[in-house]
């Protein structure tokens, strides 16, 4: 009975405090102790005392409670490894649904099935050995011996942990893990918070700028999905990407235009592109979905609106969209094209299908039918650059062949799907799409020399933490590209260095980018 005994409380505890094997979905036990674990023990000794043992169907309900439990902590643990921040289950699980469609599109059917048969039989395996944990301590607790024993065990773990929190003169060791019912609990305050409309949004800066200096061009605003700093910063990516990076930063300059560069602070890491764009185009720091939503719900003035009042037309590139967008109403864009508008025809790269290169052509084509020419304003959020990043589309130097139903010659085709997502290292992948959206870049600025171009690239937020590291920052690149100088020059006296190559510090976060650009565009100055 004690070897027994001592093996379901190891297991009970150690399925509350393992750790994370960053940065991978893995987990391990590094010695830390649960006090739920500690808690859970003593109340079923004072239960046990007034009710007796629990019964087999209380062990069965106990059993898929920790199972929760330790689901709870496995997500905690796990979800800044992957994705560089805290888990929020009324955001995330809104999303799992377009998530595993995405998987579905992208991954062989093999491992699909795979990875669910193994996920389904996991939570199986984790019942069945809780439930044979519960009924070894519920043994031992009707052994008024063993009874005891468990409950000097617990407390004493309670005494520790408490200790430990109230006086630095407790020893650090054991350490405890972050309490499972804190998690929880701070999901329970997130979902209360967003449905009892505690989120607040700030007022919108003015947007009265004249923009005379970009009058008559064209602007372009590209999100790179996945530029991140680490594009510069990561040892084992930056030298890769060195080449194509000056390579695009001569084309620029061989194309009479010049490019200014900086870093700024995106308000997600690892996804949730859209809270990124709403930032910078509504000047309105937006760092969740409940500001997102309550923001959508306004009436506000945007980098789409200002531009129209100065008779551009607008328009939304989203060849990653394919549903309803009801933001595009908040915006209030002249025309969107989403995947359905722009009718690839050509083979499928990633999650999202749609090469970034054909969305650019595709626009040329579609805009170009409009008799009476405006100067456009493009809100172009690429997709390319997603995660997982492989297989990367082959950059095609024949653009008009991008429009034809064959846009890639059949090695090209093949060499691209030779290279599937490495699942275990994922910067290889990371290194080509980022490569591909350089190139993409490079090659239209030089399609277009001729065209009177003020182009916005950044990046809606870093990669995920598997590939950005431990501990990386939130900042992005933002380039400006253009052959007014003005513009240049103001972007220059706000922090802005001259070339490809962004420095530190940041200019600060990404809504205050916008009053940055707008007054960089306007004649008038404050």
């Not at 009058?215 to 990407?241: K, M, N, T, W």
């Amino acid at each position: 009975m004690p070897l027994a005994l001592a093996a379901a409380v190891a297991l009970l505890n150690a399925s509350l405090s393992f750790q994370n094997v960053w940065p991978t979905p893995a987990i391990h036990w590094k010695g830390e102790l649960s006090i739920e674990l500690a808690a859970f023990l003593l109340l079923l000794v004072i239960a046990a005392r007034r009710m007796g043992p629990p019964s087999r169907v209380a062990i069965r309900w106990l059993a898929a409670l920790w199972v929760l439990l330790t689901a709870a902590h496995y997500a905690d643990v796990t979800a800044p490894a992957l994705y560089g921040r805290d888990i929020n289950l009324y955001w995330d699980l809104r999303h799992i649904p377009d998530v595993a469609a995405m998987v579905v599109r992208v991954a062989p059917l093999w491992l699909v099935v795979l990875v669910v048969t193994a996920a389904a039989l996991s939570v199986v395996l984790l019942y069945l050995l809780f439930g044979w944990a519960m009924v070894r301590v519920a043994d031992a607790i009707r052994a008024p011996r063993h009874r005891f024993g468990i409950a000097v065990f617990a407390t004493l773990i309670v005494l520790l942990f408490a200790g430990q929190r109230l006086s630095g003169g407790f020893p650090p060791v054991p350490r405890f893990s972050t309490p499972v019912t804190l998690t929880y609990a701070r999901q329970i305050r997130l979902v209360v918070d967003a449905m009892g409309g505690s989120t607040m949004v700030a007022a919108s800066p003015p947007m009265d700028e004249d923009l005379a200096l970009v009058r008559g061009a064209d602007v372009f605003l590209v999100f790179i999905e996945s530029y991140g700093a680490i594009a510069y910063e990561r040892p084992d990516i930056a030298p890769v990407l060195a080449a194509k990076r000056a390579a695009l930063a001569a084309t620029i300059e061989a194309t009479g235009q010049h490019i200014v560069s900086a870093y700024v602070e995106s308000p997600t890491f690892g996804g949730s592109s859209w809270l990124a764009h709403l930032s910078l185009m509504s000047g309105v720091e937006v760092r969740n979905p409940e500001t997102n939503a309550r923001l959508m719900t306004q009436k506000r003035e945007t980098m789409v609106t200002a531009f129209a009042r100065h008779g551009y037309r607008t328009v939304a590139l989203m060849p990653g969209l394919r549903q309803r967008w009801p933001e595009g109403s908040f915006y209030g864009f002249d025309e969107i094209y989403g995947a359905e508008q722009l009718e690839y025809r050509g083979p499928e790269f990633g999650w999202f299908a749609l090469p970034d290169q054909f969305s650019l052509a595709r626009l040329d084509a579609l805009e170009a039918s409009h008799t009476s020419r405006q100067p456009i304003f493009v809100f172009f959020p690429t997709i390319s650059t997603h995660f997982p990043f492989s297989p990367t589309p082959p950059y095609q130097p024949d653009w008009p062949r991008m429009l034809s139903g064959r846009p890639y010659d059949g090695a090209a085709i093949v060499d691209a799907y030779s290279r599937e997502p490495d699942w275990t290292h994922f910067s290889p992948g990371y290194v080509d799409a980022v490569s591909y959206a350089y190139s993409t870049l490079e090659g239209y600025l030089r399609a277009h020399a001729n065209r009177d171009v003020v182009m916005v690239v950044l990046g809606d937020h870093q990669p995920p933490s598997a590939v950005s590291g431990e501990g990386a920052s939130w900042d992005v690149p933002v380039h400006v590209i253009a052959r007014r100088k003005p513009i240049l020059d103001r972007l220059l006296e706000h922090g802005f260095l001259a070339g490809i190559t962004p420095a530190r510090p940041a200019l600060g976060r990404m809504n205050t980018l916008q009053p940055i650009l707008l007054e960089a565009f306007s004649e008038k100055r404050e």
